[in-house]
C-alpha cells in the first residue's frame, strides 16, 4: 500500500520561507489528484493547494501568491514552496493523494474520510 511521508517542516520567523517535500512510496501519483491540508490547534482542517490530475492548481486565498505547489512525477515527490510566512501559517501540514476523492476546502478534522492516501504530517511553526 501507498505510504506519504512528509518532511521540511520547522520553525520559521515571520517573514521566512520553508520547503515541504511529500515522497511516495509502495506506489506513485500517476493519474491522481495531490494536493495539501493544515490544521493548527483548535482551527478547522483547512485546504491549502491542491495539483489536480490534469494539471491544474489551486491555492486558498489566504497563501495564494505566497505558495507554490509542485510535483516531480520522475522523484515521485509533491513539494510546497511556502515564501513569505506569517504566523497564521502556524499548523500542521498534511500531503494528500486521491483518485476521485472529495477535496473539501475545510472540515473538521485531518484526516478524512473520503481521500486515498494521507501523510501523517509535518510541524511548521512561524513565530512573529
Known amino acids: 500500500e501507498m505510504q506519504l511521508v512528509e518532511s521540511g517542516g520547522g520553525s520559521v520567523p515571520a517573514g521566512g520561507s520553508l520547503t515541504l517535500s511529500c515522497t511516495a512510496s509502495g506506489g506513485t501519483f500517476e493519474n491522481s489528484d495531490m494536493g495539501w491540508y493544515r490544521q493548527a490547534p483548535g482551527n478547522k482542517c483547512d485546504m491549502v493547494s491542491q495539483?489536480?490530475?490534469?494539471?491544474?492548481?489551486w491555492y486558498d486565498g489566504a497563501v495564494k501568491g505566497r505558495f507554490t505547489a509542485s510535483q516531480d512525477n520522475a522523484k515521485n515527490t509533491l513539494y510546497l514552496q511556502m515564501n513569505n510566512m506569517k504566523p497564521e501559517d502556524t499548523a500542521v501540514y498534511y500531503c494528500v493523494a486521491s483518485w476521485g476523492g472529495v477535496w473539501s476546502k475545510s472540515v473538521a478534522h485531518c484526516p478524512y474520510n473520503g481521500m486515498n492516501y494521507w501523510g501523517k504530517g509535518t510541524l511548521v511553526t512561524v513565530s512573529s
Open positions: 495539483i489536480a490530475n490534469d494539471g491544474r492548481i
